[in-house]
């Protein structure tokens, strides 16, 4: 495996492992798609739902 191959597969996890610790962590949920989001929207910023609800970590 080559460098950049291995740099690679090493920045993917840890977007995934960032993007996992952000959704636990956000403060309001979608329940239409279940898209997590830190900001106050009138619209979920993934599917466009109105059905926008502060989640516990964020209460």
């Not at 989001?37 to 979920?44: E, G, K, L």
Request: proline share 3%; hydrophobic share 30%; net charge negative.
């Amino acid at each position: 495996m080559g460098f950049f191959e291995t740099v690679g597969r090493r920045v993917e996890k840890f977007k995934q492992t960032a993007m996992e610790a952000a959704d636990e962590t956000a403060a309001y949920r979608c329940q239409s798609c279940d898209a997590r989001f830190d900001a106050d929207a009138d619209q979920c910023p993934e599917c466009g739902s109105a059905e926008i609800t502060p989640t516990k970590a964020g209460e």
